[in-house]
């Protein structure tokens, strides 16, 4: 499969506990975005990556949350000193610099309990 | 900031009729993406829309961008149970940037 790959698929951790997200985008996609959804809701906008270089974080975003992307290739988001609010799907998305269409990922599930 | 707005909500159609679901800003919108989310599943592409007053059409599926630039639609014809699942318009800022994504319109096809 040469989708975008995120790992694990679900997570359930103890509030205070930290978790982290690893996504693969698809070969060669240059930007890479993190987005978060909850039931019912549309995915909310995170962060965003060119290459290695985080373009935008979004204001919404606490400091417990932080994305990298070391060599412009894998993305990871960890959430430190998890909350029962941060239950949500974390979706990754990739595209190449020059296309309209956003390819996601299946989602990274977290529950927190 | 700029929120994207979408109406309904909710839609329950008998199989055979048509959907329309409308995508609404206050602010001027840059490009228009629509995406289709299957429930259980991750949103996946449709189509993007960058002209004022541009329609496009994929098999039963016509999009439409506004002339203002304010808003937009999907109409769907003859919905099929393959319809269902939420439809979100999303707003790309400047091409290739962040999309901000509307709350979505979940369709359910009674057959």
């Known amino acids: 499969d040469t989708g975008v790959s995120q790992d694990p698929r679900h997570k359930i951790t103890k509030r205070g506990q930290n978790v982290t997200f690893r996504c693969d985008p698809i070969?060669?996609?240059?930007?890479l975005y993190w987005y978060r959804q909850t039931l019912g809701q549309g995915p909310e906008f995170l962060t965003y990556?060119?290459?290695?270089?985080?373009?935008?974080k979004s204001r919404l975003l606490s400091d417990r949350f932080s994305a990298e992307r070391p060599k412009g290739s894998f993305s990871t988001l960890e959430i430190q000193r998890t909350e029962q609010g941060d239950s949500a799907m974390y979706l990754c998305?990739?595209?190449?610099?020059?296309?309209?269409?956003?390819?996601f990922g299946e989602g990274s599930w977290l529950t927190v309990v | 900031g700029q929120q994207v707005m979408q109406i309904p909500q909710y839609q329950h159609v008998q199989e055979g009729e048509d959907f329309t679901t409308y995508c609404n800003s206050s602010t001027t919108l840059s490009n228009i993406q629509w995406y289709k989310q299957r429930p259980g599943g991750h949103p996946v592409f449709l189509i993007q829309l960058v002209k004022s007053g541009e329609v496009k059409k994929q098999k039963r599926l016509t999009f439409q961008f506004g002339e203002a630039k304010k808003n937009s639609s999907l109409h769907i014809t003859a919905t099929q149970t393959t319809d269902v699942g939420t439809y979100f318009c999303?707003?790309?800022?400047?091409?290739?940037?962040?999309?901000?994504f509307g709350p979505g319109t979940s369709l359910s096809v009674i057959p």
């Open positions: 070969s060669e996609h240059n930007r």
């Open positions: 990556f060119q290459n290695e270089a985080q373009l935008e």
């Open positions: 999303a707003d790309e800022k400047t091409s290739y940037d962040k999309v901000i």
């Open positions: 998305a990739s595209r190449t610099g020059s296309g309209n269409t956003i390819y």
